[in-house]
């Protein structure tokens, strides 16, 4: 499995039912490793925010703007 989105690219993240999460712009701060479950997982950081944030590549799209998806 590869990660679709590299360090620095800029990502829309649509929050999460359990995490909740501010739904916006972002910006991948690091590609986290592929554990055992499979699952593609980012560190993200928004300007808005002093925190990062984890979230599932399902949760991004690309160029920051949600009418990519």
Same mark, same amino acid.
């Given at each position: 499995?590869?990660? @679709?989105?590299?360090?620095? %690219? #800029?990502?829309?993240? #649509?929050?999460?039912?359990? !995490?909740?999460?501010?739904?916006?712009?972002? @910006?991948?701060? =690091?590609? *986290?490793?592929?554990?055992? #479950?499979?699952? *593609?997982?980012? =560190?993200? @950081? !928004?300007?808005?925010? !002093?925190?990062? =944030?984890? %979230?599932?590549?399902?949760? *991004?799209?690309?160029?920051? %703007? =949600?009418?990519?998806?």
């Amino acid at each position: 499995m590869t990660h @679709k989105f590299a360090a620095g %690219a #800029d990502v829309y993240y #649509d929050g999460g039912t359990i !995490s909740g999460g501010a739904r916006g712009q972002y @910006k991948v701060v =690091r590609q *986290l490793p592929v554990e055992r #479950d499979n699952r *593609l997982l980012y =560190r993200i @950081k !928004s300007t808005a925010e !002093s925190f990062e =944030r984890t %979230a599932e590549e399902f949760q *991004l799209a690309s160029g920051g %703007a =949600r009418d990519s998806w």
